[in-house]
Nanobody
Framework: QVQLVESGGRLVQAGGSLRLSCAAS????????MGWFRQAPGKERELAAA????????YYADSVKDRFTISRDNAKNTVYLQMNSLKPEDTAVYYC???????????????WGQGTQVTVSS
């Protein structure tokens, strides 16, 4: 079992930056690839970024590439999402999730956090 708790979401102006954190419980954090999903009202949940177990491999959706950076600290059982040059269309609830490998479908992720709201004002 892995429990995930996100933090760092808030209201920010367009062009600003935020760093989301996701703290995991349990000793098996390094056994999982981690993803940051987001879901805007009326839209499907989409994978924004993901990182492999070791942190050597990453994935970014085209919509966030060159603006978001995912990283992890296995010693601290934490995964981060640094978000720069934020746009109003980045407004969503952001979730972290754990899977066996980097995949884009949310159905492959076994554990989920409760989500943190990011709102970008224009």
């Amino acid at each position: 079992q892995v429990q995930l708790v996100e933090s760092g979401g808030r209201l920010v102006q367009a062009g600003g930056s935020l760093r989301l954190s996701c703290a995991a419980s349990g000793r098996t954090f390094s056994s999982y690839a981690m993803g940051w999903f987001r879901q805007a009202p009326g839209k499907e949940r989409e994978l924004a970024a993901a990182i492999s177990r070791s942190g050597e491999s990453t994935y970014y959706a085209d919509s966030v590439k060159d603006r978001f950076t995912i990283s992890r600290d296995n010693a601290k059982n934490t995964v981060y999402l640094q978000m720069n040059s934020l746009k109003p269309e980045d407004t969503a609830v952001y979730y972290c999730a754990a899977a066996n490998t980097i995949v884009s479908t949310p159905y492959a992720y076994h554990y989920w956090g409760q989500g943190t709201q990011v709102t970008v004002s224009s």
